[in-house]
């Protein structure tokens, strides 16, 4: 028969134990209630095994004595024990030391199954988490730290607005205060480009041009962030500003400074950093692309083109095609879209074209050759391509018209007899027309039948 | 100050004469002989090598235009120039132009725009301008109504169709509801096709810059009678003098009045200008009258060209070394324009 008593053996009274169990459940109780109700940074359970478990037993002497595994308790709830290290006579005079406090009776087996005496069980705080200092066997976690969601370690930030830490509270890294509450929020960093006047793209500038840009950097909230290193990238969209062709196709830059060092610095104050856009002299469509550490990319369009330039219109007056339905001046894979022109260009040719078809050639229409691209800009003939231009034939002013020449464009082309009648309506048009050749001499270049001969007319 | 307005060409090339550098060798050079112009150019913005061409200039003329105008029908002023050409002239004169010719003259019809753009309406533009425009044999007139210009050339320079050293050619002509001021007339002679042997100068090249203003400015400027002053519909005296008086102030930068003759016609055309808003055209009528004696005391013959004959300026200045308040064109034109309005106040009669 198993018989619980408690017994008084030598060196601890029963009287005394059992008053240091009182003691301890008068204590341990509100202790732990305190714990649950996580207001003073208690722990509620140790994260691992905090205690050490001796087992004192009744020491009588010769006798053998075997130890089941001890089973431990806390307030009635499962802890775990460390395996006893005790085997064989110990001292039964073990002392409560080093802050050991009485927690449960531990009951054993007696080998013979008649209990010899009984058994405590003492465990012994040993140790807390990190950042907890021990206080009897309640760990409490050192200020600022306090207890996470799972009470059993100790973290910073929760004495702090959310996301913050530290002491005084800070944004934790890669936060910003939250300027509508409390604490911190995630930080977003967002990036664009705008002009020095904080206008948002797609930009336009003219070939050649420059156009002064800036990288703003700021937050979800609109504040700038100062110290970002933005790096900038250009591209060019293939084919566009009117040309076919793409090899080795020159694009803008973006230099920090009009002239010299092309590498942006750090944002300022104000979360910007100035650079400028430097437009080829070729037109077309042109993506700058931004980017910094933490932040979104940005992107915008820069149009390098000459605003306002627009087909000629089809007209019995001219041809823009010859009889076989050819774009006259057209080159494939190269420029096949040739008749771009100022409006009011536009409104001068037709009338130097009727007066041509009407007096000066009847009946005759002008073939129109090379005007400008569809974006203005460099006009590039001959076989380096992007180098040498189509002079005066980036602005949407100026056309070339077939005249009678050696070479094999003749279809339509204004015969030499009337090549002064031609200048002259041009003039009185405000307009100036001048024969060009290859092969001539100076002074009569393009008197004689020269290659490529045709009439330039700027209005 | 007769032909003071004339000339621009004369100042261009003494503006021209210098090297225009942008480029080491490249320039615009005036032979003083010939008075054509080397020009030496970049051709290829690429390339250091050095083109050159010859511009010879379209102002070796010695151009007069004589105007006359008159009261046509129904309101109508009709329009006569004769040009001509002086002995001293090296080339034949291949253009007469018109500028600041603001209204439509009689018959003109707007120029063909999409989607009106057809063969049938360039035919009948053309054919309204051939009748609004009187042109001598072997010429013909056009309309460029957004530069508000009206100009007459040769059909065939080429074949003489020219005026020669010389010669005088009459014939030049239109009608417009609009009464005469004084503009500016445009001649320039026979130069020669102009051409380049490749791309010609590289743009926005200094020399190209130069050689555009010597282009631009290729002729001589005369002064001439134009249609310039809109007769108010529902006529109003008052408003029509005071449009009178506007074209008459810009003859003073144009040198073609004394400021001081200006400031005397100014008074009575204020009193005539209050008199017609006051409704009181006998008073309005007599400052008018008064204004055309004033004119009538420098050029006793001003209101001569009311005829349709074809005497030129320069016929008309038969009094030479008189000192004139006034030069003889305007005169002639003011007192038109005034006689037009006291006409339409009801006769130039006194009362």
Request: some cysteine; aromatic content about 8%; proline content about 7%.
């Amino acid at each position: 028969m198993k018989v619980f008593a408690f017994r008084v053996t030598g060196s601890i009274p029963p009287v005394l134990l059992f008053i240091v169990l009182c003691y301890s459940v008068v204590m341990i109780t509100p202790i732990t209630i305190v714990v649950s109700a996580h207001a003073s940074g208690n722990l509620v359970t140790p994260p691992s095994l905090q205690y050490s478990v001796s087992v004192w037993t009744h020491c009588i002497p010769g006798t053998i004595v075997s130890y089941p595994t001890p089973t431990c308790s806390l307030q009635n709830e499962p802890i775990s024990c460390t395996a006893s290290t005790w085997a064989g006579l110990a001292p039964c005079v073990a002392a409560v030391a080093g802050g050991a406090v009485y927690i449960s009776n531990y009951y054993g087996n007696y080998a013979g199954g008649n209990p010899p005496g009984y058994t405590n069980v003492i465990a012994a705080h040993i140790g807390c988490p990190d950042n907890a200092q021990s206080i009897g066997l309640i760990c409490t976690c050192t200020d600022p730290y306090v207890p996470d969601s799972t009470q059993t370690i100790c973290v910073t930030g929760n004495n702090c607005p959310v996301n913050m830490s530290g002491i005084p509270c800070a944004c934790n890294t890669d936060y910003v205060p939250d300027p509508n509450g409390p604490g911190c929020v995630y930080q977003t960093l967002t990036l664009t480009i705008e002009s020095i006047y904080s206008t948002k793209g797609p930009f336009t500038t003219l070939p050649n041009g420059i156009l002064a840009l800036k990288a703003v950097v700021k937050d979800q909230f609109g504040l700038a962030k100062a110290g970002k290193q933005v790096t900038l990238s250009v591209d060019v969209q293939s084919g566009s500003g009117g040309h076919d062709h793409n090899e080795n196709r020159p694009k803008g830059e973006t230099c920090a400074q009009l002239f010299g060092v092309c590498t942006l610095g750090a944002t300022d104050s104000s979360g910007e950093t100035g650079f400028s856009f430097r437009a080829p002299a070729a037109a077309g469509e042109h993506t700058i692309t931004a980017t910094c550490p933490g932040c979104s990319a940005a992107n915008t369009t820069v149009n390098v083109k000459l605003e306002g330039l627009m087909p000629i219109p089809a007209s019995p007056l001219y041809a823009l095609q010859d009889l076989a339905g050819n774009v006259i001046g057209a080159i494939k894979d190269k420029h096949t879209d040739n008749h771009y022109l100022t409006g009011a260009a536009i409104k001068k040719l037709r009338i130097f074209a009727q007066a041509y078809q009407e007096t000066v050639n009847p009946e005759a229409k002008l073939y129109l050759n090379d005007a400008s691209l569809v974006w203005g800009g460099l006009f590039d003939v001959g076989s380096t391509p992007w180098k040498s231009p189509h002079i005066s034939h980036g602005r949407g002013k100026s056309i070339d018209i077939r005249a009678e020449n050696s070479g094999p464009n003749n279809e339509g082309a204004v015969p030499t007899t009337v090549f002064a009648e031609v200048s002259i309506e041009a003039a009185k048009a405000h307009s100036k027309a001048a024969l060009h050749c290859a092969g001539g001499q100076i002074g009569t270049v393009c008197n004689g039948i020269p290659d490529n001969r045709h009439f330039h007319v700027d209005f | 100050m007769k032909t003071l307005y004339k000339l621009f060409a004369g100042i261009v090339a003494m503006t021209i004469s210098f090297y225009a550098l942008a480029y080491p060798g490249e320039g615009i050079v005036l032979d003083p002989v010939t008075g054509n112009y080397t020009i030496t150019y970049r051709g290829d913005p690429n390339s250091t090598e050095l083109s050159q061409t010859l511009f010879v200039p379209a102002t070796k003329i010695d151009p007069t235009i004589r105007s006359s105008f008159r009261m046509g029908e129904k309101g109508v002023i009709v329009y006569r120039y004769a040009v001509s050409n002086g002995t001293t002239a090296k080339q034949g004169i291949v253009g007469v132009v018109l500028d600041q010719v603001v209204d439509p003259i009689v018959g003109e019809l707007p120029f063909p725009s999409p989607p009106n753009e057809t063969k049938a309406a360039y035919d009948a533009y053309s054919a309204a301008l051939k009748a609004a425009i009187a042109s001598p044999a072997g010429w013909h007139g056009n309309v460029h109504r957004d530069d508000n210009r009206i100009y007459w050339v040769p059909n065939s320079p080429m074949r003489n169709g020219v005026i020669p050293a010389g010669r005088t050619l009459t014939g030049f002509g239109f009608s417009s509801l609009d009464l005469p001021g004084v503009g500016p007339s445009q001649m320039d002679g026979m130069g020669e096709v102009f051409s380049f042997s490749d791309e010609g100068p590289v743009e926005d090249s200094a020399v190209l810059d130069e050689l555009n203003r010597l282009r631009d400015n290729d002729f001589i400027t005369l002064a001439a009678a134009v249609p310039m002053i809109a007769v108010p519909a529902p006529f109003d005296a008052a408003v029509l003098l005071e449009r009178i008086q506007t074209q008459m102030h810009t003859w003073i930068a144009m040198q073609l009045i004394d400021p001081a003759f200006s400031a005397q016609l100014d008074r009575t055309f204020q009193s005539a200008i209050s008199a017609y808003r006051l409704n009181q055209p006998k008073v309005g009528k007599k400052h008018v009258q008064t204004m055309r004696e004033l004119i009538k005391k420098e050029h006793a013959d001003a209101d001569r060209e009311d005829g349709n004959d074809e005497r030129g300026e320069k016929s008309y200045h038969d009094d030479k070394d008189k000192h004139t308040m006034i030069d003889k064109l305007a005169a002639r034109v003011l007192d038109f324009d005034l006689k037009y309005v006291m006409k339409r106040m009801g006769g130039e009669k006194d009362d």
